[in-house]
């Protein structure tokens, strides 16, 4: 005679522990799903604003703000007239002490993109927290470095930095020289940035953006009338946004087509937080709502000022949301 055939109860109850067991183990994969998706929507997978360079294996991906420090320290830095191996050794150096996050925490009291201490001479709490400032200090004690660009990467950032790891810097120099080629205007179209949905709606300020660009870039970058000379640097007549144009000049450290990518490669990595809509320059033009967040050829509808911005490299067109 059979088990199940001596002991019916016994066989119930195992199938109903065995439908429980089933259940549960459902359940369970059901919440790991629904965490994997919540934790793929936090980091970029799921609509989140997100920023990247490179392509393949060799892409770096990172958020808007990442990309807004980034950002501002290589513009201080070329407009300092340092050299891209120098943007690249601060890039590395700000991803391993911050991950390129201006924080206000750190060893003992160290502060910002490149924990300076105040207590070492770095400056203030305040200034150490103003991304140019910090920047500008980094810079400063690169420059006092002989034959720096000829170091390698972590002998350079550790005779600045004097760190207690000092080749951990080493690690982070392929994402930097991404970084760097993009932002210092030497790969053309090569930042893709979308930007959060959940700011849609918000306006951008023409006065805010000119402020940023000259903070970043020095006086001579902007002028202080926008698109049609108006005073405000905004509201052109008959349209329902506001535009700058920002001149093109070459520079001691580049040419005028790569300092036209550098000012574009800026406006798209702050494009999150300055509520920039559009980015034109060269014949190519970046929008805020497309998700893939790439460059596109420009067309050239008679309605839309900035996708008729000069296809070779006399200004970069910048349109705010509205």
């Known amino acids: 005679m059979s088990e199940s055939a001596s002991f019916p109860g016994r066989n119930r109850r195992s199938s109903r522990r065995g439908r429980l067991a089933r259940h549960t183990a459902a359940f369970a994969v059901l919440l790991g799903v629904a965490a994997y998706v919540a934790v793929h929507y936090v980091t970029g997978g799921g609509g989140a604003p997100r920023c990247s360079v490179g392509?393949?294996?060799?892409?770096?991906?990172?958020?808007?703000?990442?990309?807004?420090?980034?950002?501002?320290?290589?513009?201080?830095?070329?407009?300092?007239?340092?050299?891209?191996?120098?943007?690249?050794?601060?890039?590395?150096?700000?991803?391993?002490?911050?991950?390129?996050?201006?924080?206000?925490?750190?060893?003992?009291?160290?502060?910002?993109?490149?924990?300076?201490?105040?207590?070492?001479?770095?400056?203030?709490?305040?200034?150490?927290?103003?991304?140019?400032?910090s920047s500008g200090k980094f810079y400063e004690g690169l420059e006092k470095v002989p034959g720096y660009s000829r170091l390698p990467l972590t002998v350079a950032a550790q005779k600045v930095q004097r760190s207690g790891f000092p080749q951990a810097y080493a690690k982070h120099e392929p994402d930097a020289a991404l970084l760097s080629a993009a932002l210092t205007g030497r790969s053309a179209a090569a930042?893709?940035?979308?930007?959060?949905?959940?700011?849609?709606?918000?306006?951008?300020?023409?006065?805010?953006?000119?402020?940023?660009?000259?903070?970043?870039?020095?006086e001579k970058v902007a002028p202080k009338t926008g698109v049609g000379g108006s005073e405000s640097a905004g509201a052109r007549a008959g349209t329902a946004s506001a535009e700058l144009a920002v001149p093109?000049?070459?520079?001691?450290?580049?040419?005028?087509?790569?300092?036209?990518?550098?000012?574009?490669?800026?406006?798209?990595?702050?494009?999150?937080?300055?509520?920039?809509?559009?980015?034109?320059?060269?014949?190519?033009?970046?929008?805020?709502?497309?998700?893939?967040?790439?460059?596109?050829?420009?067309?050239?509808?008679?309605?839309?000022?900035?996708?008729?911005?000069?296809?070779?490299?006399?200004?970069?067109?910048?349109?705010?949301?509205?």
């Open 55 to 133: 392509s393949g294996e060799n892409t770096y991906e990172f958020t808007p703000e990442q990309a807004s420090n980034a950002a501002t320290i290589s513009a201080v830095g070329t407009t300092l007239g340092m050299p891209e191996r120098a943007v690249t050794i601060a890039l590395a150096t700000a991803l391993q002490e911050s991950a390129l996050r201006n924080i206000e925490h750190g060893d003992r009291d160290s502060l910002g993109l490149f924990q300076q201490r105040p207590s070492q001479g770095w400056g203030t709490p305040e200034q150490i927290l103003d991304p140019v400032y």
């Open 191 to 218: 930042l893709r940035c979308t930007t959060s949905p959940a700011k849609e709606g918000l306006p951008g300020d023409p006065a805010k953006v000119r402020s940023e660009l000259v903070r970043a870039f020095g």
């Open 248 to 322: 093109v000049r070459a520079t001691t450290t580049g040419s005028q087509e790569r300092r036209g990518w550098e000012i574009a490669h800026w406006a798209v990595a702050r494009a999150d937080s300055l509520r920039i809509a559009e980015v034109a320059y060269a014949g190519k033009v970046w929008r805020a709502g497309d998700v893939s967040g790439a460059w596109m050829t420009a067309a050239k509808p008679a309605s839309d000022a900035v996708s008729q911005a000069d296809p070779g490299s006399g200004s970069v067109r910048i349109r705010l949301a509205q």
